[in-house]
């Protein structure tokens, strides 16, 4: 159980293209998402916390109008990077909390990834 | 400062040798520690958490030491498999803006070799 798909699994892009990216929860439903940037060899950071039907809140330095987030049910949230650039270029994941265990557990389950490349 | 810091290595260890390593975070209110697991272009999967009286999973030992504000984790017997980056997480205390929020460490290699 608590299986979390994202696809892409990679993509190529140009610079100033939009590229989407769907996380989805399989077998459980998350009223939280979480979506996170990683470089090579550096720590994930977290980009934006996303809860089903509303707004995403931002970490400080994210900008939302970049990194657009819409988490329209308990499955599904989708990370929207727009004008992509080079300096985009990354390996994004997100994460997502089972909310029957939302009061008893933190842990989040991750799905595979999605490796940006923007030329 | 970074919240949560780790020796990145990489620890280069026999097979069948016991490794061990740690992690700092610098929020004391933090209140969950984890150890998690990640292969190289995958995402992180959970090792295992780390409670206040240490903790054991088959060859991996977690210990917490909340004065000096570290988590460690020890791998006994090691195996091949376990060439990997561990990360170190933590969670900050649970404030409405940050409950839940994993903050991750960049990660402490670890190579095992035959």
């Known amino acids: 159980g608590a299986v979390v798909s994202q696809h892409p699994s990679w993509v190529i892009c140009k610079s100033g293209t939009s590229v989407k990216i769907e996380c989805r929860s399989l077998?459980?439903?998350?009223?939280?998402m979480f979506w996170y940037r990683q470089f090579p060899k550096q720590s994930l950071m977290l980009m934006a916390t996303?809860?089903?039907?509303?707004?995403?809140?931002?970490e400080q330095g994210v900008e939302k109008d970049k990194f657009l987030i819409n988490h329209a049910s308990l499955t599904l949230s989708t990370l929207t990077v727009t004008s992509a650039h080079p300096e985009d270029s990354s390996f994004y994941i997100c994460?997502?909390?089972?909310?029957?265990?939302?009061?008893?557990?933190?842990?989040?389950?991750f799905g595979p990834g999605t490796r940006l490349t923007v030329t | 400062r970074k919240e949560v810091e780790q020796d990145p290595g990489p620890f280069n260890v026999p097979e069948g040798a016991t490794v061990a390593f740690n992690c700092t975070y610098s929020?004391?209110?933090?209140?969950?520690f984890f150890w998690y697991r990640q292969d190289c272009r995958k995402e992180p999967k959970l090792l295992m958490s780390?409670?206040?009286s240490g903790n054991e999973d088959g060859r991996f030992t977690a210990q917490l030491n909340r004065a000096s504000q570290y988590i460690s984790l020890l791998i006994r017997d090691s195996k091949l498999s376990d060439s990997a980056t561990y990360l170190c997480?933590?969670?900050?205390?649970?404030?409405?803006?940050?409950?839940?929020?994993?903050?991750f460490g960049a990660g402490t290699q670890v190579v095992v070799t035959p």
């Open positions: 996303s809860n089903e039907g509303s707004k995403a809140t931002y």
């Open positions: 929020n004391s209110a933090s209140q969950s």
């Open positions: 997480v933590v969670i900050r205390g649970a404030t409405t803006d940050s409950w839940g929020k994993l903050q």
């Open positions: 994460s997502a909390r089972d909310h029957r265990r939302q009061g008893g557990s933190y842990e989040q389950y």
């Open positions: 077998d459980f439903q998350a009223t939280t």
């Open positions: 780390v409670y206040s």
